[in-house]
């Protein structure tokens, strides 16, 4: 494959080779539920998922209905849950054993943008593991006392979180930076809003987001695509969906950048632990910036291994922690990119320090050209390897055709990474160090630990 293949939502049927002698399928059903395959050769197993262009972030906030009483943050990721509580044509347990008597795997995720239930399994598995996840996304019951056992073990889940510093302080500074942007709200809620929950309004919210034209079903592994949507269409059907009705698969996000009101400064939240958790960043691009590829230099620079800066400077010269690094996040329309690290209280401010003045001399100095060409084999290789694996191709195409509406395949990575210049990473560092940038930190440490750093 030469470049990037455009996705467009009005062309039915597309058929190319992508690297590594793998052809990529997409079909868009009348219903306009959206198939895509990639066949690997030599393999012997198969990854597929059923992604929905929901998350957090499309989450009123208001029960539907015409009450709008009560908080829904979090219905989302409550709805995941329930899709495995049984249908009615299979129990629970129905489902797991299905997977575990084939040894499969399946899961899902929740995102800020994104739901997918996902299953890996044997290619001659593969039918059966796309009328499980069809059955889930179609017939769920959503019974109303799994509802009820579904709530206590979400609210434990969020507990879990809450006990866990590196969660509080990434939410913590995601909220600073974002403002109220939805993307800022925690994925799963709160523990009102799960308790506020109602299973009609969450019945409401699966109704009108798992629709057809809201579905895309991504398979790679050893998948045969006519066969994929054979079965696809079959088991959309057999769970009562709609599916010859000429019905356009629903539009991509925009991709316009918002306007933030985020608040850059100093945000601590107390708690005695034995270290303090620390994040130091700024808003930063979108998912789909033409500068990403650049992004992911720069964190490799910067904090993306044990050979990076921020990992030489506060670990091995140093010895202020053992975790630190960077990282980079984009959505649609904003992104964050941030800078992690934890150590002793006492340690804090030193090791917050160093991070704000790597990113400053990154900016302003630059990097080297062996800095540049380890960072580039360094992603080189890591995507190279990731391909290995079905999921992450299955999880590549799902969100190709979600999210950027393009399929980039590792040739054309590769010859995006090559023309990234040591230039390209000075500017957008100098980019994210001109913005005011936020503290976030978790610990037995207050905002005067911190004072004057910024």
Request: glycine share 10%; aromatic share 6%.
């Amino acid at each position: 494959m030469n470049g990037a293949v455009d996705l467009p939502l009005d062309r039915a049927d597309l058929t190319f080779a992508a690297s590594g002698d793998a052809l990529v399928s997409r079909t868009i059903l009348p219903s306009g539920v959206r198939v895509l395959s990639e066949r690997v050769p030599g393999v012997r197993s198969a990854t597929i998922g059923f992604w929905f262009g929901v998350g957090s972030r499309d989450e009123t906030g208001l029960l539907p209905g015409p009450s709008g009483h009560a908080a829904s943050f979090g219905s989302t990721h409550f709805l995941e849950h329930l899709l495995f509580k049984g249908t009615a044509q299979r129990t629970a347990f129905d489902i797991a054993i299905a997977f575990d008597a084939v040894g499969g795997e399946h899961n899902a995720l929740t995102a800020k943008e994104q739901t997918c239930y996902y299953a890996k399994v044997q290619d001659r598995d593969l039918t059966m593991a796309t009328e499980v996840l069809a059955d889930m996304v179609t017939s769920s019951l959503l019974d109303s006392t799994e509802f009820e056992n579904e709530r206590g073990v979400i609210l434990e889940e969020l507990a879990m979180a809450e006990d866990d510093p590196a969660d509080v302080v990434n939410e913590r500074f995601f909220a600073a930076v974002l403002g109220d942007h939805p993307i800022a709200r925690p994925i799963g809620g709160n523990r009102d809003t799960i308790n506020a929950a109602t299973r009609d309004a969450v019945w409401q919210h699966y109704r009108a987001s798992y629709r057809p034209q809201d579905l895309v079903v991504s398979a790679a592994g050893a998948v045969d695509h006519a066969r994929l949507v054979a079965d696809v269409e079959r088991s959309l059907a057999a769970g009562g969906w709609p599916m010859t009705n000429a019905v356009a698969p629903v539009a991509r996000r925009g991709i316009d950048s918002a306007q933030l009101t985020g608040v850059s400064g100093i945000v601590t939240a107390r708690r005695p632990i034995e270290q303090a958790h620390v994040v130091i960043g700024a808003p930063s691009l979108r998912a789909g910036d033409d500068a990403r590829i650049t992004m992911g230099v720069l964190n490799s620079v910067l904090g993306g291994g044990m050979s990076s800066r921020l990992f030489q400077e506060v670990r091995e010269k140093r010895g202020l922690a053992y975790s630190v690094y960077s990282f980079a996040a984009g959505y649609s329309d904003t992104g964050v990119f941030g800078m992690y690290g934890a150590c002793a209280p006492q340690k804090a401010r030193s090791v917050a320090g160093i991070m704000i003045d790597q990113l400053r001399t990154l900016a302003s100095d630059g990097i080297t050209h062996d800095e540049l060409a380890r960072a580039v084999g360094q992603l080189s290789g890591g995507s190279a390897l990731a391909l290995e694996d079905s999921d992450t191709r299955m999880t590549r195409l799902g969100r190709s055709e979600l999210s950027t509406g393009e399929f980039v395949d590792l040739d054309e990575t590769l010859r995006r990474l090559a023309l990234v210049t040591a230039d390209d990473v000075r500017d957008l560092a100098a980019e994210i160090a001109a913005q005011p940038l936020t503290i976030a930190a978790v610990g037995a440490v207050d905002d005067d630990v911190f004072s004057g750093l910024l």
